[in-house]
């Protein structure tokens, strides 16, 4: 008898089941034309004194069996999930967003180098442009090597202001003769709106460093250029922060943008920072651009950078970005990360033979 | 006219609000009545499989606008709290929290020393007891500064297996008979549920250390004891983990528990840890139990110690704990951090002086 | 008998450490000959080449115990040592220390108002300017309560380029003259260096913010202008680099900047940022320059806004800086955080009432 | 002229250097002899009060021309290269450390399943072990995929005291017999001492949990008993911490011991923990043991295990564990992050399909 009385309890509980869906999905539904409603508005759509009045109301009628505490938590269950579907909605509206572009974004740089597409790209440079001669040390070194895209910093953003702020356009100079003296690419970093324009006849490539990356100003002026930008993860950035600074960029028409994670703050001490390496597979998923990792950033140690380079590629990073100067121990920033050229070209091959750089 | 429209939406959301209301409580009941009639033939509560069931059949027809995931969410939301009613055990709230117990829980220690009532609490002591003299020289120096309470570690978690690891029990002796003879109260870090009955005799408060606020059989321990029990806060624990862990020792019956925070890891290096000054208003609102700051280690700084106790003190703090060394430099542990006698008694004398401690 | 041997150790090690200092003051002196000589001759005083040599010459003779590394990290320092003293412009310690400068900075505001002496400073007013009602509203409010300055957000550094970017040149012009009209002064926040020249109408005090203190153009540029600079840290900036971005505007000539504290980045969630009160004493301790709290970006949370000024206060904070909005609810920004115009009106009373505030 | 003049001050110039390279080296030993004198004392060889006299000294001395502040800083990294040289010296006594025991150690479970060795292990399974059926399931599947270790939880470390807290002995037993009848072998968690003996009929692995990496007297517990041991990284625990608590249990006589890095905790909020895969190159340098990464834990987020399970690889880990229910949606605890058995074949394909799983 009882397992009679248990099967109608339970087509029951079917029952309202299939009501309280059918009630959640129009509900989800009146809250989405609330949204547009408010965008038209331009009016943020979390409403928590709204919400608090829905709850309170919950509650006042509740009449049980569950407690008030457990009202509150599946109504804020239910209104929480509401609001994701329109940060989804939102998500998907975003240019950088692969939902919005399923295929993977590829740049082409001059001369056909191409970036996020089947083959991996090697960035390698000094920290800083010092001169003629470092800068055409390294470059010779890496055309042996056959890397075919250099970085160099001709403006550094240093912590204090009596450290070595780069050579400013002079550096970007020396960067782009060297390059072209031996048939290499440039990245460098931009720090200053102003600076952009004179420096297009000298970068393939505009670099937005970690500590610009909430420089909004620079970033909308990059978003101006017809000129790639590599975007930096800031120190401390979220994904969702960094994807949206790809957003500030792109919002202004620049369409060519590769993101690099660079390491975050962390407590730990044995990395300079930490190299959150699952940025990268959901970087790649959210966004339809190309994903490097900066392996000298990221861990300030030369001695996992073997590891740490095959790591990001495993993850599905398009490409690797590191230091190399002639003689790191005399170098002017960064002088214990960068790689000496023997030391690049052990860890260039190392990650070649290892089947993950395609 | 758009706020016409959204007006007749919110409505909407307040009618359907409404009708989920009515069907939870609808199917909670049922649930209860199922609970009923398998009580009576025996059989468990939980059936997952008939959970799974229900789960694929609503996600079978959703139609949108949220995904399955969604859905499954949010049902295993209701399914569970559905399931909590029926076993009462699960369902109450926190024994900790304010909401169960209005007051502030005033603990009352030996002699009428009381801790979270209206008069601060300074407990002081060194980081190890290491010898007879070092222990009697501070008890001395504590009475004659008015302190009640002393602290000393016996049984010390190091890092390093290596590191003086404390004196264990005989430690515990040499603190109790300094304490007695000086009129002081005695407080140390007990790391083992075997040890706790032999310590009974040697402490008034049973302290857990940040390293064992996760050692939940320890916990379970201490709550089996008729002592009051001092939690620190682990390394990196979140508020709401903290909290919990005091319910631990709370759900075996011991209500005598006092909180401490005790700095947090973060990137910052200029302290030893991050003093979470926010910690002590959240932690009084959320619980009845005494909140007190241990200074000494979230700064391991001995030059902030006075500012950081009093703003301990103004965010609320019943008390604050501090390590007091004859002779910091030759200390077998924390030797940088702790003040001496000197140092204690302007530390003292400061704090009060402020009218911030009560 | 191991402690004459510990003594005898001591002493040879002490003879050591005095004859290090005769020969690097030596070394020194060789090197500022060498200047001299390199000054006449016109040539570059810093000489990687010769440098390298140096240390590949250390490092052939070295026999240990230091590691080949330690050697040539220990001589790059003394090297670099040698070569600062030879550019004066390097040398000095920084502008902002306090060791430069024993007495705090105190910033005389027009009309009068002092930041950084013997009385406290409360800065209020809402997130963002949004109508010339909603800022004057406030002013009001702010004027009857006895508050003279008043912040309001013009240019807002956001997240998501399609979020509310204030109002920009408008919203200063608002903010502007529902200050006049009420007696107040005004704050707000400067992002771009093209902005500041006519910014400079409109505000008392030109604030950068958190996402801008590694923007080190902008930095510059507000060092340029004989305007007081509030100055924010950065999400997850270090004690370290806080001051150093200090030393940037002041290196330009600005010499009234007051810094702000806002809470840093952690694991912690139930707290926007963890208040990092610590960081109060040790800027005043480092640094001669006024230090405020920004407790509603600290915390996040209304509820727990009058312990956390208070413990600011307690900590030796100058000043509280609060958001305040009409209605909360509907605000462009921080809409869950803002106090209304009674919450605030019952917080500073309390703040007052407390004794802390000057 | 000016040349013979340089070349004179040069040649003075590294006559200095040869000399002052002869003093650090000397002033090295001594301070390594006082070491050993402290270290036979049970002393600290940090002493803070000597270096600070040191320091006075050294300043009292100084006749330019370089300042005191630079003095300071110039022989405070000369006293803690020294002290570095000790604590280097200590890290090369470590049991755990590759300095001490140049080769791999290779962990030969029951059946000749290695660890550490030239293949990859596998190790899958259920959060929690919950039912006979449930465990069964999992394993055939397991077995099925070619997995040789099953992981199950029955000893369950809950936030909240009401949260399920695992089967405890039964789930061992469930464990044990779902195993042998699949030809598996076993791991699961320990969380009390007085559980190990016992514990030790049903379990070929013993985990300790992250959130008792800091359990000092559970690690010393394990490290008496002859079973391998899978030691978790704490939630925030330093790599230096991580590697000394896998001391503590060597120092015990245990041999086998598993480190698996787990993830940080970190402010990102797109994962539920950091994966710190910086770690594996770092611990597999440092140590000489096996070295495992759970991707589970690591990112809480089922749509990156494969990217993730191969950049643990790339990187060098031995080994992954990834936990696998054969309906998580109804799963008692971790229902979000566990793959089915079908996500599980496809996981395990594609990361043996990468290459990088031996």
């Not at 001369?111 to 001169?131: I, Q, W, Y």
Request: glycine letters at 8%.
């Amino acid at each position: 008898m009882s397992n009679v009385e248990l099967e109608g309890l339970r087509a029951r509980l079917d029952e309202i089941n299939g009501q309280l869906l059918e009630l959640i999905s129009e509900r989800a539904q009146v809250v989405q034309e609330i949204g547009a409603v408010k965008e038209k508005q331009g009016v943020p759509k979390f409403d928590p004194e709204r919400e608090k009045q829905m709850l309170e109301k919950l509650v006042a009628s509740n009449k049980g069996p569950f407690t008030s505490g457990t009202i509150r938590t599946l109504f804020k269950q239910i209104f929480s999930a509401s609001l994701d579907l329109q940060s989804t909605d939102h998500k998907k509206s975003l240019l950088v967003a692969r939902k919005n572009h399923a295929e993977d974004t590829v740049i082409v740089l001059p001369g056909g180098v191409t970036v996020g597409g089947l083959s991996s790209l090697m960035v390698a440079g000094p920290c800083s442009v010092e001169s003629e001669l470092q800068t055409r040390t390294v470059a010779a070194a890496l055309q042996k090597a056959g890397v075919k895209v250099m970085r160099g910093g001709a403006f550094k953003p240093r912590t204090s202001p009596y450290d070595f702020q780069g050579l400013g356009m002079d550096g970007l100079r020396i960067l782009r003769e060297a390059a072209t003296a031996y048939g290499l690419l440039t990245i460098s970093e931009i720090v200053d709106p102003r600076h952009i324009e004179e420096a297009l006849d000298y970068v393939d490539v505009i670099q937005v460093g970690a500590r610009n990356m909430h420089n909004f100003e620079l970033l909308k002026a990059v978003g101006e250029v017809n000129k790639p930008v590599l975007l930096k993860r800031g120190l401390s950035a979220t994904l969702d922060e960094f994807v949206h600074a790809a957003e500030y960029i792109m919002s202004r028409g620049n369409m060519e943008i590769m993101l690099i994670e660079r390491g975050i703050r962390t407590y730990e001490k044995s990395t300079r920072n930490t190299l959150d390496i699952s940025a990268v597979p959901i970087l790649k998923q959210e966004c339809h651009l190309p994903v490097l990792v900066d392996v000298t950033h990221s861990t300030g140690r030369k001695d996992i950078l073997i590891p740490c380079a095959k790591a990001a590629l495993a993850a599905g990073a398009d490409g690797i970005m590191v230091e190399v100067h002639p003689d790191p121990a005399t170098a002017l920033s960064d002088a214990a990360q960068q790689l000496n050229i023997e030391e690049f070209n052990t860890f260039f091959n190392e990650v070649k033979a290892s089947g993950l750089y395609r």
